[in-house]
Each structure stands twice: as C-alpha cells, then as structure tokens.
C-alpha cells in the first residue's frame, strides 16, 4: 500500500507492506534511482514482503511525491532522514539504487547511527554522468531517455525490460531527472568512505555499463568489510534484470545481521 506524510510541507509518499511494522522483523527501506519511484523494486517488495517490514519511498518531485526535486545527494539525503523519522523506523537496512545508493553512501557517512546496514545498488563513490546527457535533456528528453534505457540493461534483458524502463523515465518531469543525474556527477565521497562504520553489501550488475563494476569495487576496497556480489545477467537494473540472484544476496545478507540490529 502506498501512505504519504507531510514532510517540512511537501508530502511524500511511500510503499509500505504494513503500517504496523513488526518487531520480530528486520526493515529494508528502499531509495529508487534518478527519474524514478518506488515501482522499481516491485521485485523486491513483492517477493520478500513476507519476511522483511519494507517501505519503499518516493523522493520529492518522483512519483506520487509532491517538491520538485534536488540538485545535490546531501539534499535527498535530509529527505530520507526527516522521513525515517516520521515512520518511526529505527535503525533499518538502507538499499539504495544508483542515485539512491549515493544516497545511502552519504547517509551512512553523516548519520551512520541510524542504520544498521546500507546496500548500494549500481553506485560509486563518484558518479560522472556525460555532459551531452544532461544537455540532451535539456533539448531533447525523448532521445536521451531511449538511449538510456538501452544502455540501463543488459543486451539479453533489452526486449524484456527496455519498454518498462523508458515508461518509468518517461513519467518523471525532465528538469527533476536532469537535477537527480546533475546531483550524481557532483557527488565525490572518495575520502569519506572509509568512515563507514557499517555492514555494506554493495551489488552491481556483471554488466552494468551506467555505473561499471570498478566504481563498485573501489567502495569494496575501501569501507572496510564490505562484500560485493556481481549479479550476473544484468545491467544497471541488476535488482529487476535477475531479482532472483539479486534477492537471494540481499535476504541472506540482511538475515545476518545481529539480532540487536532489529527495529
């Protein structure tokens, strides 16, 4: 179901699998990618709905959120803070796709203690983003997003899942995703990565040509303990490309974490 709080006067939506969170659960809270919405992870959300408390929020400007966006990840960042406060969650796993996993990278580096684990998706500790992208969508979105969602999956998965990524692009305003991919090409936490204090599961797919395995790499090289599962069959949309394999890594990963980890 999806439920909205008012959040400093913009209200902001959010799946969630029960309001009522348990508290013999763990809680995955999930952070979508630039141009897009919760709808993203409905691998997730629907295949472990009945082992997990989950929400799955809606940034400002996405989705059935009202604002108009962000142009820097620190922004979202006290979006998701100011929101994990008003659910009352405490201390969930934090799973962040692309710019949602800047977004848990930045979260965990200012307000580690407030989480017990965060999972970036398709992410880096920088994230250049093509200069001719952000003036494509400036002049023509259309093409910029097609192009995008071709490179976004995996060659095998394109028939498949293309279509549904440029519907979900296609939703957002254009000036809200050129702010989402102008927030990813600033972000530069190289330095302070190593500050997480955390566990870190970071995924990326095999064959992500977005956000290449070496940017995953260099946060498992650097926060220290991290573990780092390519999912193999899939691109930058490795959570929808192979939800099996991506699943399977995270529900094993989040059942592992200590008992006092729990909300």
Known sequence: MVISHDISGVNIACWVNNQNFSRGKK????????????????????????EFNIAAIDLPGHGESGGGGEQDVSLYVEWVRRFLGALALKRPVLVGHSLGAAISLTFAIKYGEMLSAIVPVGGGARMPVNEMILK????????????????????????????????????????????DLFACDRLDICNEVANIRMPTLVMCGADDKMTPPALSQFLKDNI????????????????????????????TFALSLPDTERR
Do not use: C
């Open 136 to 179: 494509g969508l400036k002049t023509d979105p259309d093409s910029v997003i097609a192009l995008a969602a071709k490179f976004s999956v995996t060659k095998e998965n394109r028939e498949r899942l293309s279509q549904t990524v440029i519907e979900g692009l296609s939703r957002a305003n254009p000036d809200v995703l050129y702010g």
């Open 224 to 251: 220290p303990g991290a573990q780092l599962p390519l999912i193999e069959n899939a691109g930058h949309m490795a959570m929808m490309e192979n939800a099996e394999a991506f699943n399977r890594a995270l529900k």
């Open 27 to 50: 809680t995955l809270f999930f952070v979508h990618g630039s141009g897009g919405d919760h709808s993203i992870w409905i691998e997730q959300y629907t295949r472990l709905n009945d």
